[in-house]
């Protein structure tokens, strides 16, 4: 039995050790908004936040997850919208939607260390792939974002 905070819950699990955290949160914990695109940390559509760092949850063993506290996409708010998903919704940027939670959990992080972003920063730290090409509409968000989190 393992024991993990996910979204500042206390859970135990029984699941090998080198099972990806992305199979736990999916498969064992039943929390599906994290999505599984590639499998090899290449797309980010698994991006979850451990110990408020992005990373990429189907190339994280869970035994590495351990004593860390995991945040989902579930998780990042307190029922209320943040401002990055209400961005989201105002500038319209799903389209299929599938990497949106990814994307806000990346776009969370980044915002979170550079409140006054680039559009050349957005690129380079936003690594996150999206099959619909939205990426314009992303970085518009994003900036929209940071301007209501600087107003706030």
């Given at each position: 039995?393992?024991?993990?905070?996910?979204?500042?819950?206390?859970?135990?699990?029984?699941?090998?050790?080198?099972?990806?955290?992305?199979?736990?949160?999916?498969?064992?914990?039943?929390?599906?908004?994290?999505?599984?695109?590639?499998?090899?940390?290449?797309?980010?559509a698994c991006?979850?936040?451990?110990?408020?760092?992005?990373?990429?949850?189907?190339?994280?063993?869970?035994?590495?997850?351990?004593?860390?506290?995991?945040?989902?996409?579930?998780?990042?708010?307190?029922?209320?919208?943040?401002?990055?998903?209400?961005?989201?919704?105002?500038?319209?940027?799903?389209?299929?939607?599938?990497?949106?939670?990814?994307?806000?959990?990346?776009?969370?992080?980044?915002?979170?260390?550079?409140?006054?972003?680039?559009?050349e920063g957005?690129?380079?730290?936003?690594?996150?792939?999206?099959?619909?090409?939205?990426?314009?509409?992303?970085?518009?968000?994003?900036?929209?974002?940071?301007?209501?989190?600087?107003?706030?």
């Open positions: 039995m393992l024991s993990l905070t996910i979204n500042g819950k206390k859970t135990t699990v029984d699941v090998e050790e080198d099972t990806p955290l992305l199979w736990v949160l999916r498969d064992t914990v039943k929390l599906t908004g994290t999505k599984f695109g590639c499998g090899v940390a290449a797309c980010g991006t979850v936040h451990i110990n408020g760092e992005p990373v990429r949850s189907c190339s994280v063993p869970i035994s590495d997850a351990v004593g860390t506290k995991i945040t989902t996409i579930e998780g990042i708010s307190d029922g209320n919208l943040t401002a990055v998903q209400e961005a989201w919704i105002d500038e319209q940027v799903p389209q299929c939607g599938y990497c949106q939670s990814g994307m806000i959990m990346a776009a969370t992080a980044y915002l979170k260390e550079n409140p006054t972003p680039t559009d957005i690129d380079e730290a936003i690594t996150n792939i999206c099959r619909c090409g939205s990426y314009p509409r992303i970085r518009k968000a994003i900036h929209r974002a940071a301007k209501q989190m600087a107003e706030a």
